[in-house]
């Protein structure tokens, strides 16, 4: 079956940097599309980045681009989300999805930008 599994958040001091990481198995990752989602509590879950099969086509959320980099490795299953120049409003539960017919979620990693 197909499972995500994400890790990498914590607490970072506004201007710093985090790396997501994000598992995938149960599918061919290799061919998947794959994207990044976040959400803050009592508000509606927000597209980040998103990522092609082979890591050459990606795009990104205004809120995020120019700070922000989705990266893949097919050889590991893994995707990431490399984030930079941290700001409060960044501060969520970040989740991995790919979509198959429905979406597939992890069950997400707290990121918290706070001084």
């Known amino acids: 079956q197909v499972q995500l599994v994400e890790s990498g958040g914590g607490l970072v001091q506004p201007g710093g940097s985090l790396r997501l990481s994000c598992a995938a198995s149960?599918?061919?990752?290799?061919?998947?599309?794959m994207k990044w989602y976040r959400q803050v509590p009592g508000k509606e879950r927000e597209w980040v980045a998103g990522i092609n099969w082979s890591g050459g086509f990606t795009t990104y959320a205004d809120s995020v681009k120019g700070r922000f980099t989705i990266s893949r490795d097919n050889a590991k299953n893994t995707v990431y989300l490399q984030m930079n120049s941290l700001k409060p409003e960044d501060t969520a539960v970040y989740y991995c999805?790919?979509?198959?017919?429905?979406?597939?979620w992890g069950q997400g990693t707290q990121v918290t930008v706070s001084s």
């Open positions: 999805n790919v979509n198959f017919g429905r979406d597939f």
């Open positions: 149960g599918f061919t990752f290799s061919s998947s599309y």
